[in-house]
């Protein structure tokens, strides 16, 4: 049965090949709707028992290495998180000096690089708290900040975050509008 299969496949292989080189060959075999049609059924009943026979086959898994780890590289700023040093956990006073820290770094680069300072009349006025107009940015980086007031503190209660994060977007805020030219 098999041979015959394959003759027969073979045949109509070579019958296609002929009829696509020569043309005049397809009418002498008159290609009507009956000869279409019994071809598809021919091909549909192939593909149903090809179909069929796979069925029985048992299906072989590969396995797979792991995959490759990608190395992690640190990203500046990863080290601080604002939000982080603005919950209540322990160790928060020394997160919050060293975002503190960091702000007043980036402030100290700011008015040297952008407002004409030199390094030590930077570092005095982020002291003294003159190096902005905003209250809360200048308390935020001063050497001693002030106490705030019990109305501020009341405020600072129903705003939905804390006020060192408060200070700090200011500062940042701050920051890039004197990058931006527009302080």
Do not use: C
């Amino acid at each position: 049965m098999r041979t015959v299969t394959a003759f027969a496949g073979l045949t109509a292989t070579v019958f296609g090949f002929a009829v696509v080189v020569d043309r005049g060959l397809a009418g002498a075999f008159g290609l009507d709707y009956l000869v279409v049609t019994l071809v598809g059924a021919l091909a549909l009943v192939q593909g149903i028992r090809y179909g069929l026979s796979r069925r029985k086959t048992t299906f072989h898994a590969t396995t797979t290495d792991d995959p490759e780890l990608r190395y992690h590289v640190p990203v500046p700023g990863d080290d601080v998180d604002v939000e982080f040093a603005g919950e209540r956990s322990l160790g928060r006073a020394q997160k919050r000096e060293r975002v503190r820290e960091r702000l007043r770094e980036a402030a100290r680069e700011t008015l040297v690089g952008y407002g004409g300072l030199t390094t030590e009349e930077a570092q005095e006025r982020l002291d003294a708290g003159t190096w902005t107009d905003d209250p809360v940015a200048a308390a935020a980086l001063r050497e001693s900040p002030p106490r705030p007031s019990l109305v501020a503190r009341v405020r600072a209660m129903l705003r939905t975050e804390s006020p060192f994060e408060r200070s700090a977007r200011r500062v940042v805020d701050e920051l890039v509008a004197i990058q931006e030219g527009s302080r």
